[in-house]
């Protein structure tokens, strides 16, 4: 059997009908090995390599290897979200690489911003707006190198295109595909007819 859920799909020639009772088992294993591949991908990122990715790429690992990420409805019918005990992407997103790792990633940040509160603490708005705000930035962010080096010409995420003008961040330019101009004259040769 192909090792990814990827390979899962593009082999479908090759699959064998489960036993009987194993059907949400290999299902549980082939979301596992999507959002372990997505996870993979954070790893590799910019963001990945910092002690914050790090510690990212940490946190969803375990979950995931938890079954504690899935596809599905979300608590308020947003992007994704944590509710203390599993991260959840919208059912939208299946699929659909670019946005199912930014809301990892923006999840992530939750998931570690509440595991460092002392259990009887509530946040304050102010600590709630301000996690928000670093959850959106590294999303953002992650958003940004995947548009730019893994995705380039994939359709733009309007959400995370609003993100990035937030935090200021933008795409390189595409190069232009004028001729540059030359800096020299060409030469000129006088041909003697009478020769």
């Not at 990715?53 to 375990?62: D, M, N, P, S, Y």
Request: glycine letters at 8%; a positive charge.
């Amino acid at each position: 059997m192909p090792s990814s859920p990827h390979a899962i799909r593009k082999h479908r020639t090759h699959w064998k009908e489960p036993a009987m009772g194993t059907e949400q088992a290999i299902a549980d294993d082939a979301m596992k090995a999507m959002f372990g591949d997505d996870i993979a991908k954070i790893q590799t990122s910019p963001l990945g390599q910092t002690p914050r990715g790090k510690e990212i790429v940490k946190v969803l690992r375990k979950l995931n290897d938890a079954g504690r990420i899935a596809y599905g409805g979300t608590l308020e019918g947003g992007r994704a979200d944590w509710d203390g005990s599993y991260i959840r992407i919208n059912s939208d997103f299946i699929g659909k690489i670019i946005q199912t790792t930014g809301e990892l990633v923006h999840e992530a940040v939750h998931v570690l911003a509440r595991q460092k509160l002392p259990a009887h603490r509530k946040q304050t708005p102010a600590e709630i707006q301000k996690e928000e705000k670093e959850a959106e930035r590294a999303q953002a962010e992650m958003y940004l190198w995947l548009m730019t080096t893994q995705f380039k010409g994939a359709a733009e995420d309007p959400e995370m295109e609003r993100r990035l003008r937030n935090f200021g961040l933008v795409k390189p330019a595409a190069p232009s595909h004028k001729p540059r101009p030359t800096t020299h004259k060409p030469k000129v040769i006088w041909v003697n007819p009478a020769r």
